[in-house]
T-cell receptor
Framework: ELKVEQNPLFLSMQEGKNYTIYCNYSTTSDRLYWYRQDPGKSLESLFVLLSNGAVKQEGRLMASLDTKARLSTLHITAAVHDLSATYFCAVDATSGSRLTFGEGTQLTVNP | EAQVTQNPRYLITVTGKKLTVTCSQNMNHEYMSWYRQDPGLGLRQIYYSMNVEVTDKGDVPEGYKVSRKEKRNFPLILESPSPNQTSLYFC?????????????FGPGTRLLVL
């Protein structure tokens, strides 16, 4: 059974600081996704990582994938309040778009 | 506008009263899926469909049914809802391109079963 674990589950940080969210998964996969969810809203796609060593960046967020370590990271640079949300990673290990989600990391960026 | 729609968005019902949550996408996606989201548990897949008339169980299928008679629609049916099915439900869709595309999520349906 595929397990996907994120840490930390809760993260409170100050504006301007950097931090990293980690996503570990238990079986071989080369497809990993990051989503953002604002309170009371649906999920918004952030990144799709499809190969070992893949790195993608959008604004203050950068995601990477190490398939050998079964680890993805979401790095936040110079956080701003607008980044406050819950971030989910999800892994597809079935070649059929069947996703298993992590528990989510609730990020709060304080002024 | 490319989108996944769900109806209703909010529903309060009583135990045992059959209900259907509709899901529709306008992107000609082959793959559609239903998830439920519960605090502390993340999102768990209920059922998924690879194409018309092709459906399969996800991780938590008990108490749910689905059908895929048309490519754009994937309704979720609760034949006899129970309080433990109180949850936030999301429908999602994507192309089946080896997972190269992300899944697009609907706005969610918040269900309360009394």
């Amino acid at each position: 059974e595929l397990k996907v674990e994120q840490n930390p589950l809760f993260l409170s940080m100050q504006e301007g600081k950097n931090y990293t969210i980690y996503c570990n998964y238990s079986t071989t996969s080369d497809r990993l996704y990051w989503y953002r969810q604002d309170p009371g809203k649906s999920l918004e796609s952030l990144f799709v990582l499809l190969s070992n060593g893949a790195v993608k960046q959008e604004g203050r967020l950068m995601a990477s994938l190490d398939t050998k370590a079964r680890l993805s990271t979401l790095h936040i640079t110079a956080a701003v309040h607008d980044l406050s949300a819950t971030y989910f990673c999800a892994v597809d290990a079935t070649s059929g778009s069947r996703l298993t989600f992590g528990e989510g990391t609730q990020l709060t960026v304080n002024p | 506008e490319a989108q996944v729609t769900q109806n209703p968005r909010y529903l309060i019902t009583v135990t045992g009263k059959k209900l259907t949550v509709t899901c529709s996408q306008n992107m000609n996606h082959e793959y559609m899926s239903w998830y439920r989201q519960d605090p502390g548990l993340g999102l768990r897949q209920i059922y998924y469909s690879m194409n018309v008339e092709v459906t399969d169980k996800g991780d938590v299928p008990e108490g749910y049914k689905v059908s895929r008679k048309e490519k754009r629609n994937f309704p979720l049916i609760l034949e006899s809802p129970s309080p433990n099915q109180t949850s936030l439900y999301f429908c999602a869709s994507s192309f089946l391109a080896g997972g190269k595309e992300t899944q697009y999520f609907g706005p969610g349906t918040r269900l309360l079963v009394l």
